[in-house]
Each structure stands twice: as structure tokens, then as C-alpha cells.
């Protein structure tokens, strides 16, 4: 059983690793969304998660953009991520 701790290390370390294979060049906001998601995951005081949730729904189109499904099924899975 993972707990809170165990969770918040694992989504930064998942970050990271997807910082560390962004190559160079690639679009700056990108690398921007990954660095600030780490800052919110890393530290999950309740700002933070709101500050979390408003940057999800920020690019929501650019996270879920391989999946085909309506904007308000993808915002539901925004705000129950929260």
C-alpha cells in the first residue's frame, strides 16, 4: 500500500523523467507546464492542488489531445484528478 508520500515522490519522479527526454528545442511552454506540475505535485498543500488543477485545465486540450472525447468528459477527469 503506497502512502501520500510514497505517491507525491513517484508523480515527481514521473516528471522528471519526462523533463529529462524533453529534447532541445521543443516548445519552452511545454517544458514550462512539466516544471510547474512538479513545483504543484512536489508540495500538495491545498493552493497547490487548485494551482494544479487550473493548469490541467489551462492545456486540458494538449493533455487529452490522442483521446477523441467531448471537452466535458475531459474536464470532469480534470477536476476528480483534484
Given at each position: 500500500?503506497?502512502?501520500?508520500?510514497?505517491?507525491?515522490?513517484?508523480?515527481?519522479?514521473?516528471?522528471?523523467?519526462?523533463?529529462?527526454?524533453?529534447?532541445?528545442?521543443?516548445?519552452?511552454?511545454?517544458?514550462?507546464?512539466?516544471?510547474?506540475?512538479?513545483?504543484?505535485?512536489?508540495?500538495?498543500?491545498?493552493?497547490?492542488?487548485?494551482?494544479r488543477?487550473?493548469?490541467?485545465?489551462?492545456?486540458?486540450?494538449?493533455?487529452?489531445?490522442?483521446?477523441?472525447?467531448?471537452?466535458?468528459?475531459?474536464?470532469?477527469?480534470?477536476?476528480?484528478?483534484?
Amino acid at each position: 500500500v503506497d502512502t501520500k508520500n510514497d505517491t507525491i515522490q513517484k508523480n515527481t519522479k514521473r516528471i522528471d523523467v519526462l523533463l529529462s527526454r524533453i529534447p532541445p528545442g521543443t516548445e519552452p511552454e511545454f517544458r514550462d507546464f512539466l516544471n510547474k506540475m512538479r513545483i504543484y505535485t512536489a508540495n500538495p498543500v491545498f493552493i497547490n492542488r487548485i494551482k494544479r488543477t487550473g493548469l490541467r485545465l489551462k492545456y486540458i486540450n494538449q493533455i487529452y489531445a490522442p483521446r477523441k472525447r467531448n471537452i466535458l468528459r475531459k474536464i470532469y477527469r480534470v477536476i476528480r484528478s483534484f
